[in-house]
């Protein structure tokens, strides 16, 4: 029998599958992209709607049920997502301080009458 949130999490998943090719579409995503997040939200449909699939790993691990589980591997992924767009951000800022700093020492070589011509 398929509950209200179960509805409410196939409605929420078809609706990422429909947005992700809208992306795709669009060419802000690349194949191998819209490949993963497409099958990602396959299987968030599939978990949804058979939800015993996922007895096994649920006993193998003694946990108790399977929204224990899928709070679990969110909070695995937002760390390992976090952590990711930490280094990202750490990468950036050191480009953008290169930058600046090539533009600024550039600047200064220059004299002011100079940028008229080029």
Known sequence: MITGIQIVAVVFSFLMLYITFLHFKRRELTTRETLFFGLLWVGAIFLTIFP????FLL???RILRLMDLA??????????LSFHNFL???KLEEKIEK???YN????IDKPE???KLS
Do not use: P, Q, Y
Not at 52 to 55: E, F, N
Not at 104 to 107: G, P, T, Y
């Open 59 to 61: 006993k193998t691990f």
């Open 52 to 55: 015993k699939s996922v007895d």
């Open 104 to 107: 600024a020492l550039n600047k």
């Open 113 to 115: 009458g100079d940028e």
């Open 99 to 101: 930058l600046v700093r």
């Open 71 to 80: 709070t679990i591997v969110g909070f695995m992924v937002l760390i390992a």
């Open 88 to 90: 990202t951000i750490r």
